[in-house]
């Protein structure tokens, strides 16, 4: 059982490039979520998903779009990256808030 | 809005010590719950523990346990008989019914000593 499986794991952007962060589940749950968490700083929710097809925006949505068309993936959209989303970036999923499985996270550098 | 403060951004503990790890949190819900997230150095995130507020006693599994003062809006997380493993960052979080997100403090590393 993989759980939640984030690519990649790194990355190195230039300003103005696009990217999709990859993020699946194999544990069926409904719930996804991407979080961004800068240096010493908690996690920020970025967006969110309760089933495919819908999504919506979080705390820090500005930059980035998502897409839900299946229950297993969850893409999150880069289009012109900025140095302010250098950041680690964390996909999630859960039945419900009680908890949520998180994956390793994709450490991206916007040079 | 509600935040979630923590006041140690590191700690320090020896090998089958007793530490005990601080968050308060601001909130005007009556009901919500708290977390505890543990961070290692992969970075993958898990559950630690949960507390609902509506419950007086607090929780505990094996030798994490929680000091939930609703009144003073605390809730501190005791690792008892600390081993090396524990050694990583940790979130208190909270999730409150009239939000649909977590919100997380900034964290604490917790470093333990052998």
């Known amino acids: 059982n993989a759980g939640v499986t984030q690519t990649p794991k790194f990355r190195i952007l230039k300003i103005g490039q696009s990217m999709t962060l990859q993020c699946t589940q194999d544990?069926?749950?409904?719930?996804m979520y991407w979080y961004r968490q800068d240096p010493g700083m908690g996690l920020k929710l970025i967006y969110y998903?309760?089933?495919?097809?819908?999504?919506d925006k979080g705390e820090v949505p500005n930059g980035y779009n998502v897409s839900r068309s299946t229950t297993e993936d969850f893409p999150l959209r880069l289009e012109l990256a900025a140095p302010s989303q250098t950041s680690v970036y964390f996909c999630a999923s859960s039945y419900s808030f009680l908890e949520l499985f998180f994956g390793s996270g994709t450490q991206l550098s916007v040079l | 809005a509600q935040t979630v403060t923590q006041s140690q951004p590191e700690m320090s503990v020896q090998e089958a010590e007793t530490v005990t790890l601080s968050c308060t949190y601001d909130?005007?819900?009556?009901?919500?719950?708290l977390f505890w997230y543990k961070q290692p150095p992969s970075r993958q995130m898990i559950l630690v523990i949960r507390?609902?507020?509506?419950?007086?006693q607090n929780a505990t599994e094996n030798r994490f346990s929680v000091n939930f003062q609703k009144a003073a809006k605390s809730f501190s997380l005791k690792i008892s008989d600390s081993q090396l493993g524990d050694a990583a960052m940790y979130f208190c979080?909270?999730?409150?019914?009239?939000?649909?997100?977590?919100?997380f403090g900034k964290g604490t590393k917790l470093s333990v000593k052998p």
């Open positions: 979080a909270f999730w409150g019914g009239s939000q649909g997100n977590l919100i």
């Open positions: 998903s309760v089933g495919a097809g819908i999504t």
């Open positions: 507390q609902e507020a509506y419950k007086q």
């Open positions: 909130t005007s819900e009556s009901d919500y719950y």
């Open positions: 544990m069926n749950h409904n719930y």
